[in-house]
């Protein structure tokens, strides 16, 4: 039976619900830390995309962490429009790197992309992102937070309209060395493609 921990991860009068898995061979590999999409569209940590990456890394015995943002789910607060939401990856982050993970790895999925990634240069254990359907579109304040040299993953779907597949190539461009990009047949929802995001999120991790 796979034994994933509950969990309430503080920040400050906050609380966010959260759920970890640890890989059996300790903390070898990285962690993959999943930041879920927008809290006022639906968006929590057992969305279909996040439960599918979730699920995949876990069937391969590496290390995650998913949570709610503030105001989803257990997770205590109200939605802040974005930096209360990425001080919430910030003590994701920090709780990881007092739990002794070294390499921390963060994944997003559409607002998730877009704060998550942003947290990429937060701290020097974080290795790097994978972007799934970043919304530069409407989110576009966030791009240059959640520049790097850190190697990075692009994710996309070519009939998206949310994170509209036009507007991908010239984003994707202004990002720095090392970065890879994957284009999926589909829309902004994944659905019945959760599968094969998540076998592209497997296959960038095993790179590290």
Partial sequence: MVAIEKLIIPNNE???????????????????????????????????????????????????????????????????????????????????????????????????AAIGCSAVNYSEKIIGFISISFPWGFMGTYKEKSQTSKPKLFIQGSRDEVARFDNFQKNYEFYLDPKKSKIIDTDHFYWGYEDIVAEEVLAFLRDF
């Fill in 14 to 112: 906050f609380k966010l619900e959260a759920e970890l898995f640890q890989s059996k061979n300790g903390k070898e590999k990285p962690i993959v830390l999943i930041c879920h999409p927008h809290p006022q569209f639906g968006g929590n940590m057992y969305n279909n995309v996040v439960s599918g990456v979730f699920n995949k890394l876990i069937a391969n015995d590496f290390s995650c962490l998913r949570f709610n943002f503030r105001g989803v789910g257990g997770s205590t607060g109200s939605h802040s429009g974005g930096l209360g939401e990425l001080s919430d990856v910030h003590v994701c982050v920090d709780y990881l790197i007092k739990e002794s993970f070294e390499r921390i790895l963060i994944c997003g999925y559409s607002y998730g």
